[in-house]
């Protein structure tokens, strides 16, 4: 029922269905990148370099001559990789300290808070930014890198989460039936907290994609000639006068993209917050 009563809320809202439905066009792009790309995303044209868009080259060319609408396709797979891959080691292990901590009190809760604020004393850029540095730059570390930086902002979520659930009644009724405390943690608080877990995580989404972005951007990303989005934005900006269509259009999926998932959220959170739905 509850279920039930979420979807149509959700689908009453029309903002948040206009980010589902642009979010699915990017997965599809994504999926099916061999297919509906025109072209070889890496393959190289240099007598037909910097092109204006043109029926067979719908959104033009770069310096080396590559399909920059082909590149935009593939670019869509590394932007959806990073960013949900990220989300989901930030919040495995987020949420797991989070839940730990706000149980457990005392001296564990102490530590864990402590290394969450000194994570958290850096901006997430610059603490992706040095984790790269320490372990090179690729695909993987960026994507390690932009989730470990994830990390403490889902650990604070979830333990400000179970601290106010911790004292209700249905876990002091837990605790008087002599459940263990992983049992509580796990089968009675983690529940009640997973809708705004999953929220969260759909805004995080759009955070890692311009974290990719920048990291493809200052070379500390995917390598060429992988095409990434960010990469495609600091290949064109020599070429902003001339062809600006080199990172115009890149510039535009990232814009639309991180506003998608955002909007995508909210609708979540309208959807699936009891507390604003009782404020209605």
Known sequence: MRRSVAYKAFFKNKAGLFGAVIVA???????????????????QDVP????????????????????????????????LVVGI??????????VFLGLVAG????LVDLLICKIIDILMSFPML?????????????????????????????????????????????????????????????FHLF??????????????IATAIIMESNLSFLGLGAQAPTATWGGMISDGRAFLRSSPWVSTFPGIAIALSVLAFNMLGDGLRDALDPKLKMER
Do not use: C
């Open 25 to 43: 066009f990017i997965v599809i792009f994504a999926v099916f990148a061999p297919w509906l790309a025109p072209h070889d995303p890496t393959r």
């Open 126 to 186: 610059l603490l992706a930014m040095a984790i790269v540095a320490i372990l090179g730059t690729s695909l993987v570390n960026s994507i390690l890198a932009v989730g470990i930086s994830s990390i403490p902002r889902f650990a604070r979520l979830a333990r400000g989460q179970v601290l106010a659930l911790k004292n209700t009644e249905f876990i002091e009724a837990g605790r008087a039936l002599g459940l263990s405390p992983g049992r509580i943690v796990f």
């Open 191 to 204: 529940p009640n907290i997973l809708s705004s877990i999953v929220i969260m995580g759909t805004l995080y």
């Open 85 to 94: 891959l990220a989300v989901l080691i930030g919040l495995v292990i987020g």
């Open 103 to 106: 149980y457990s009190g005392g």
């Open 48 to 79: 037909n370099r910097l092109a204006q868009p043109s029926i067979d080259h719908p959104l033009g060319t770069d310096q080396y001559g590559r399909d920059v609408f082909s590149r935009l396709i593939y670019g869509a797979r590394i932007s």
